[in-house]
């Protein structure tokens, strides 16, 4: 890549970064309104089962939701403006604090669920699209039509029954290393292998069609030399696409695979957050989570711009 | 390739073999019990505790002036023993010597005096002061006329008083609660608002590290000795998923296991599994509200039609698979010492007067509103009572909401039924009598039917203010009597819970409540896999 090119990524990494604050800013204004228009009040929740009225408007008053929701929304943006979410209704606890420990979890879970994913899935779209009308290229398409459409908490249950329960070879939850993260990392990775391997495939035979494969077949290119260098490359735009997507989403939290495997990600903590309605720890992991996404999405155009030349990003002059 | 085939076997076998040596029940921490709660403690400040997790993780942090033993009887704990006036309105505890916090520092009067004005105090924003609000000045405290609370007084180090504005039979019991456990004031300072994060008490364990949504891990506290823990410590995992845990549980990673519904034929008919079973009948119960304060249920034709058209036997055999004990009132059996007339409601299943009471009086093709939580066994149960309440004539809408929007929604009286159960805090009837039927606690306070019945208020009132025992057996008698007549709830069953140990768990006794167990009569055998 040329200085030039540098320069272009940076102004354009930093453009990203700067229409992040305003996106932010709307997405906690969006989530503020639903959460406040939602029927349910934490308050009733936080008090247990034999209240006084007292007890209420006192919690009430504390957590700010006496006041209008100008007031508490601008109070909100005060306390994010001084760099922190606040604390949890029920806990105490800093939710910053805890988004901290949670996220390096999530983003262990998501990478380990792509590095299974993206392997699997490219191999099983090359497979399909090369053996085409073949018994292995049959099997692969079952697996992907199995994959897309089974629900994850049905495989997370499944892979539990039989990697922990029967076979006994994997601990059925906690957080931790090769053999914690290696069910429900399996778990998020089927339907990701799927939809990859469609995609893929689809994509390769498109690519196998243009004129410049028959070109480089005329020129006497091996097969194996087309496919890597020429066809794969071509089909890679629409699979990186795929991969940035489901990676953005992993790492905002893969809820019910948490959840079901007690893995101590920010998926699991939303959820309980939600349930809780703890408005802070939602509030906390909603703007994580965009800001996550926004980052994956910004890094999936930039690799773009390295796989494909014709994509070019600009610095917007002109 | 052939090569590269056989690394990557290789490479596969060297992790199966590290899996396999890895999830084994002896990747644990030794001498440690590993129990499960449900869902993340909300926090663990005595003060703020409302929910059962968070209490069962702070009853083995912390300890009060009284506790209960297996019979429901309360005993010593901080206090060596009591004295209560002739007039029934001044209780004096003589501590015992030597009681440590955590920290080393020896629990006196002056702390109970301190934790119990915090609880109190509007700045700790307690939903748990109701437990004082008979104390002497603790009103003027409140509302900020008085700067301590004339009714608590620590007379000497070991010597610790408490006088209450009116004779109130179950105060005592009241001090076993959660909320009335001692805290160090020094620890509660330091901490600020991360005491219920980092909290120190005086009980069995201390708290090594709490994982908020992963686990709370306890160490024994080697300073305590009233008596000492068997176990080196006790670690809660979180684990809100049934069969999660219940994998966990057949794996050996998981020694004791209070089984959901979802695992309750599967283990009862386990015969290697059977024998190591505890039968907990819990103080509970279960009951669907009538919302009596406006048509058409404030009739109590309706009402009672409606509890006779409900085959509540055969749910709880059919449905509930027999995990329960019929209802006849309110209050559980092990509360009640008292016989009730059971002729004055309508207990046993009558399909055909309930038709007839329904059609008498014109409310054929009532429209009613049920409301339940988000809960797949709530549902299931208010679909089987649409379908016999459909019998009798009555057109039931169901409404499944999640389980805030559903408490907001009973405590404004919005439904006309729900499906709800409440658990006993303390062991006396006057917990499910009082703010469940006193025209006092309509709302969020535990009234949620409604039901005012002046009646009812003044005998639940003359039993918590009596101080001889067979006036307020009498009283709570005749209320119990009343309200079952007046059918605001249709009194379902009383809860039965089951345990299950793993074969090296050794002397666990499950309790009614929640707070009980201290963690103190459960020790590990040395186990062979």
């Known amino acids: 890549m040329s200085a030039c090119g540098g320069a272009t990524i940076r102004i354009y990494i930093l453009k990203r970064i700067l229409v992040l604050v305003p996106l932010l800013i709307s997405v906690t204004f969006v989530s503020f309104c639903l959460l406040k228009t939602l029927p349910g009040d934490p308050v009733y929740s936080m008090v247990g089962e034999r209240a006084t009225p007292e007890a209420i408007e006192s919690i009430r008053k504390e957590i700010g939701s006496d006041r209008d929701f100008m007031s508490q929304y601008a109070g909100y943006l005060g306390l994010l403006a001084g760099g922190n979410f606040g604390r949890s209704y029920y806990s105490n ?70 990697f ?40 390769i035979e498109e690519s196998m069609g243009l004129q410049f494969i028959r070109t480089a077949r005329a020129k006497g290119l091996s097969p194996l030399k087309i496919a890597i260098f020429h066809v794969t490359k071509n089909a890679l735009i629409p699979v990186v696409t795929i991969i940035g997507l489901e990676f953005g989403s992993y790492l905002s939290g893969a809820v019910v695979t948490e959840t079901i495997f007690g893995w101590d990600g920010i998926g699991r903590f939303a959820m309980q957050g939600i349930i809780m309605r703890d408005y802070p720890v939602i509030m906390g992991c909603i703007i994580t989570c965009t800001a996550v996404f926004v980052v994956m999405n910004m890094l999936t155009d930039i690799i773009y711009h390295y796989i494909d030349p014709r994509i070019r990003i600009h610095d917007g002059k002109g | 390739m052939p090569r590269l085939t056989f690394a990557l076997f290789r490479l596969a ?64 704990d901080i206090a060596e023993r009591w004295e209560i006036s002739p007039d029934g309105l001044t209780y004096r505890f003589r501590l015992k010597r030597g009681f440590l916090f955590a920290n080393g520092r020896e629990v006196t009067a002056h702390d109970f005096k301190y934790s119990f004005e915090r609880l109190l105090a509007t700045a700790t924003k307690s939903p748990n002061n109701w437990i004082f609000e008979n104390v002497e000045g603790a009103r003027a405290f409140r509302e900020g006329r008085a700067d301590e609370v004339g009714g608590l007084k620590a007379l000497g180090p070991y010597d610790f008083e408490i006088r209450i504005a009116r004779p109130f039979s179950p105060f005592l019991k009241m001090l076993t609660m959660t909320p009335a456990y001692v805290v160090p004031r020094e620890a509660v300072i330091a901490g600020g608002p991360d005491f219920a994060s980092h909290p120190m008490g005086t009980g069995p364990y201390i708290l090594e590290e709490w994982a908020p949504n992963r686990e709370v891990v306890l160490k024994r506290n080697e300073r305590y000795s009233n008596p000492a823990a068997h176990l080196k410590g006790i670690v809660f995992r979180i684990l809100p998923e049934d069969l999660t845990a219940f994998t966990e549980f057949e794996l050996g990673n998981l020694d004791i296991f209070q089984i959901p519904a979802s695992a309750y034929s599967k283990l009862r008919n386990d015969l290697r599994r059977k024998q190591y079973i505890e039968v907990l009948p819990g103080l509970n119960t279960y009951y669907l509200g009538l919302n009596t304060s406006r048509p058409p249920l404030d009739n109590p034709a309706l009402r009672r039609a409606i509890a006779f058209a409900i085959d509540r036997k055969k749910i709880l055999e059919k449905f509930y698979e027999g995990r329960g004990r019929l209802a006849d009132g309110p209050v559980p059996d092990a509360l009640r010492s008292w016989h009730l007339d059971k002729d004055r409601g309508p207990v046993e299943f009558n399909p055909v007067l309930a038709r007839q009471i329904v059609a ?53 009286g919005e439904p006309d039924m729900f499906w709800l159960n409440w658990w006993a805090d303390y062991p006396d009837a006057e917990n499910f009598l009082f703010p469940l039927f006193h025209s006092a606690n309509i709302g969020p306070a535990g009234n949620r039917t409604r039901y005012a019945n002046k009646e009812v208020d003044r005998l639940i009132e003359l039993g ?23 059918v605001p709830w249709v009194f379902f069953w009383h809860k039965t819970d089951y345990v299950v140990r793993q074969p090296w768990v050794e002397g666990l006794k499950v309790y009614e409540i929640y707070n009980m167990d201290k963690g103190l009569d459960v020790s590990l055998r040395r186990r062979n896999y």
Not at chain 1, 114 to 140: H, T, W
Not at chain 1, 194 to 201: C, G, N, P, Y
Not at chain 2, 466 to 474: Q, Y
């Open chain 1, 164 to 203: 922990s329960l029967e076979l006994r070879l994997l601990p059925p939850s906690g957080t931790g290393g090769f053999k914690f993260i290696a069910l429900p990392a399996l778990t998020l990775a089927v339907p990701a292998i799927s939809t990859l391997a469609r995609v893929a495939a689809a994509s």
């Open chain 2, 360 to 412: 008498d009086n014109g409310f054929s093709g009532v429209r009613l509103k049920l409301y339940v939580a988000a809960d797949q066994e709530a549902v299931d149960i208010a679909e089987i009572i649409q379908g016999y309440l459909a019998d009798a004539g009555l057109t039931i809408t169901i409404r499944q909401l999640e389980w805030s929007s559903y408490k907001q929604a009973i405590n404004n």
């Open chain 2, 13 to 76: 076998g060297l992790a199966l073999l590290f899996s396999i040596t890895s999830c084994s029940p002896e990747n644990r921490t030794n001498d440690y019990l590993y129990c499960r709660l449900n869902s993340n403690p909300s926090t663990l400040d005595p003060a703020l505790i409302t929910d059962v997790q968070a209490s069962v993780v702070a009853a083995k942090l912390f300890n009060g002036l009284v506790g209960l033993d297996a019979g429901l009887n309360v005993v010593p």
């Open chain 2, 464 to 486: 918590q203010h009596a101080t001889d025992p067979a006036l307020r057996n009498r009283a709570y008698c005749e209320a119990e009597e009343k309200i079952i007549a007046d």
């Open chain 1, 93 to 162: 606890r800093d939710v910053l604090d805890d988004i901290a420990a949670k996220l390096p979890n999530t983003m262990k879970l998501a990478l380990a669920a792509m590095a299974i994913a993206i392997p699997c899935g490219l191999a099983a779209g090359m497979i399909m699209a090369y053996r085409r009308g073949s018994f292995i290229e049959r099997i692969a398409g079952m697996f992907t039509i199995g994959g897309v459409s089974l629900p994850v908490f049905w495989v997370g249950l499944m892979a539990m029954l039989v």
